[in-house]
């Protein structure tokens, strides 16, 4: 049967490669065993267990490559919210019942109720090591999804906290109202997909214009499942968006999806998410992917979502795999009944066969693109420069590779000394999230080229999500009004300092070595990043705001 690991509470630190000593708190207990007991603490649980353990940490993703064992998960939690996170009433109690009984995908899982919803828990046969186990949880919910339950898609995270059933509460003894475990049996994963067929060589094509395309706007109905389901997968991921819809577009494509139809499909995608602000960026990038891929150029595809967003990788198997059949094309677009300024040079055309057809651009290699995008960047003059490249070239990359470069450089004199960094060496790069700049430092050091790290205060997070400011509520509003939130809270103005300050880590809003010659923070904080890059250095902003925002 499978194992879970129990702790009185949920506050305990976690491994994290840098504590010293965190506590043994979890213990690990048969399955069966942890939900049927009633516990004097508000016990929670985790779904991995180190095997041949008793007891064991909390374990924070940063520490698990240092971390002195191979923990693994053979169950899979899952929370179902009420409607509205409503509280439980005799009519929502009798429809989820009816739920449980009817949908075959619930009729192997153990469920019990919450104070506002429902956890469904799901054990598996074999044990799968927490760095792999993530898709497969992405598979679980995606079928969840299909059936049509509205599954929380953060307990994919394998390092998520699950409250138990019978615990005390806020001081209170909580009890669940509904346990069943009758049905909860465990099951054999599928491998996550098939491998991909094998694809003959493309046939090398003389230069000439890409065939014209009558982009289409409609997405037809056999298409709104899958969309909606890709988009929860999409939704549930943390890192940067853009290089995501780019693969996301060549995977569809590769996947059999009609290039004319691609962007109205990405923009449904997109908007479907319901936080993503770049549609039109989206919807742009996937024309620009169709006209790469009928050019016979590479892009990026379904290899790329399995390696780097696997949850997205699995929906997109899912969804393009229905047991209905494939999906069908939209109907083509009147072009006729847009207006003229909504059209594109070729599409103007068609609407107007009288009107001159511009010639077709043939793009250079991409191999010479992203040369000159580094030489760009590299070569770039004093002042300001502006570099415009289409979606896909590599422009982060590209910055990457040319701060790597300028961080290697040595002073001119072999006997200069001290940390001082030679003359055109340090570089700073700004970001619009603080997941790419953490992306950006990773990708560094794996270069061997140590970074620094600035970030507001507020954006540090717990692994729960939580904030790590014990002050939170106060900072936000200082924040919100424009005030020095480090100066005024942290610091006391230097009278009165934070009481937290001496053990908060986000303090400071840095980490990272104080000689490190490449620096990377969020576009908020440009003014510190080009004080950073001092007089030689080289500051990058990657996908600027607008102007008056900076």
Known sequence: MAHVAVAPHKRFAGFDGRRQKVSQAFEILDLRDALTRTYSSDAHLVTYVVPGAARQPRINKPGLATFDGFPAVDVFFCDLDNPGHAPWTPELHAAALGRYGSLEVLQTVGIYHTAHGARLVQPILSPVPVEQVEPFVARWLTELSQAGLVPDWACKDWTRLFRLPNVLRDGRAFRSPYIN??????????????????????????????????????????????????????????????????????????????????????????????????????????????????????????????????????????????????????????????????????????????????PPSIPPPLADSQAALRAAIRDAPDGLSLIAAECGLGKTAAAIEVA?????????????????????????????????????????????????????????????????????????????????????LCHGRDIEPCPHRDTCPARDGIEGPDDARVTVGPHQLVGALDREAGTTGLLVIDEPPDLLDL
Do not use: N, Y
């Open 181 to 358: 475990l009758d049905r909860m049996r465990p099951i054999a994963l599928e491998p996550l997909w098939d491998p991909p067929p094998a694809r003959a060589a493309p046939t090398p094509r003389a230069p000439g214009p890409v065939p014209r395309l009558e982009w289409r706007v409609d997405v037809p109905p056999e298409w709104r499942e899958p969309v909606q389901t890709i988009a929860a997968a999409v939704r549930g991921v943390q890192s940067e968006w853009h290089t995501l819809f780019l693969a996301l577009s060549g995977a569809l494509l590769r996947m059999g999806v009609p290039p004319e139809q691609l962007p109205a499909i990405v923009r449904a995608i997109s908007l479907a998410t319901c936080v993503d602000t770049r549609t039109e960026d989206r919807e742009l990038s996937a024309r620009s992917t169709a006209e790469r891929h009928l050019a016979g150029l590479p892009c990026s595809g379904f290899s790329t979502l399995a390696l780097k967003w696997p949850e997205v990788a699995v929906a997109v198997d899912c969804a393009l795999t229905l047991p209905e059949g494939p999906l069908s094309a939209p109907q083509a677009v009147d072009a006729s009944a847009l207006p003229p300024a909504a059209l594109g040079p070729q599409e103007r055309h068609s609407a107007d066969p009288a009107a001159p057809v511009p």
């Open 404 to 488: 790597a470069e300028r961080a290697s450089r040595s002073h001119a004199s072999p006997a200069a000394e001290g940390k001082r960094a030679p003359a055109h060496s340090k570089t700073a790069i700004s970001v619009d999230k603080h997941e790419l700049a953490l992306q950006i430092v990773a990708d560094l050091a794996a270069r061997g080229v140590q970074a620094r790290r600035l970030f507001g205060p507020l954006s540090l997070k717990h692994e729960d999500g939580t904030p790590v400011c014990q002050l939170h509520q106060v900072a936000r509003h200082l924040v919100d009004g424009g005030q020095p939130m480090q100066w005024e």
